[in-house]
């Protein structure tokens, strides 16, 4: 395509040629940038050594790996969707107009946690779903929620899984150096609001409530990316020449008669 319109569908960037009769559409781990292409922050986070506790889980669960992950990943991206449209205003209901529910009582309780976060600490709202990139480090990702909490500016990474997880620390790190870069603020804090936490309740000094954390790193914000810096190495070294996959298709389609 000599041409080509850029345009967001479903979190996918679309290309769209300059007379609308063809897509396409790049591997979703890579952002645009500039004409060039960025992989994203999770996607070299993918080469972070996972260590034995993944390889007994591996083991544990077999061949029900990828159905648990891929079921886990979707519980996720619902949960962020329900507290983005949270953020943005709208009202949301766990039954339907009939009176069924409509969604699984696991996930509206996962949302109802990050409800009672934002009820409770009332932070001042700066943007959700942020698109952030690094020219540096030549990453991009997208941050869940930059907002202040008592007068400092957070970056904060929604997490539904069962286990908080090093790489953790990373993404939400290299966000801050992230959005630093693109927006010459500095990060005052790095969270991860863990909707899944073990927490009984609140408790002084800390942000928490019943079942959910405002986790932040033990290590320094200097160290996080330190080893984020040596995994993006270990990336470079094993795609040297790594660049999204693109996929093609026409826009319409009509059955000649």
Not at 5 to 22: P, T, V
Not at 173 to 200: P, Q, T
Not at 244 to 257: D, G, H, I, V, W
Request: hydrophobic fraction near 30%; aromatic fraction near 14%; charge should be positive.
């Amino acid at each position: 395509m000599k041409k080509s319109n850029i345009k967001k569908s479903y979190n996918r960037i679309l290309e769209i040629s300059e007379d609308s009769k063809q897509i396409t559409l790049p591997d979703s781990r890579y952002y645009r940038r500039n004409g060039k292409y960025y992989p994203s922050i999770t996607y070299v986070l993918s080469y972070y050594p996972k260590g034995k506790h993944f390889q007994d889980w591996l083991k544990k669960v077999g061949h029900s790996a990828d159905w648990i992950v891929k079921k886990a990943s979707e519980e996720g991206t619902l949960v962020h969707e329900m507290c983005e449209d949270y953020l943005n205003g709208k009202e949301l209901q766990f039954l339907s107009e009939s009176g069924n529910p409509k969604y699984n009582p696991d996930i509206w309780q996962m949302f109802l946690k990050f409800v009672d976060f934002w009820e409770t600490y009332n932070p001042t709202l700066i943007e959700t779903e942020v698109h952030i990139f690094s020219d540096e480090l030549k990453v991009a990702g997208t941050c869940d929620l930059i907002c202040e909490i008592d007068n400092e500016l957070w970056i904060i990474d929604l997490k539904t899984s069962n286990h908080l997880q090093i790489t953790y620390d990373l993404q939400t790190a290299v966000y801050g150096k992230c959005y630093e870069e693109c927006y010459g603020k500095k990060i005052n804090r790095f969270g991860v609001l863990w909707l899944k936490s073990s927490k009984r309740g609140p408790k002084e000094g800390v942000i928490q409530g019943k079942g959910w954390e405002l986790y932040e790193s033990k290590r320094s914000h200097k160290d996080n990316l330190d080893i984020f810096i040596t995994v993006k190495k270990l990336f470079d070294l094993e795609n040297p020449r790594h660049s999204p996959s693109f996929t093609e298709f026409r826009t319409s389609a009509k059955r000649n008669l």
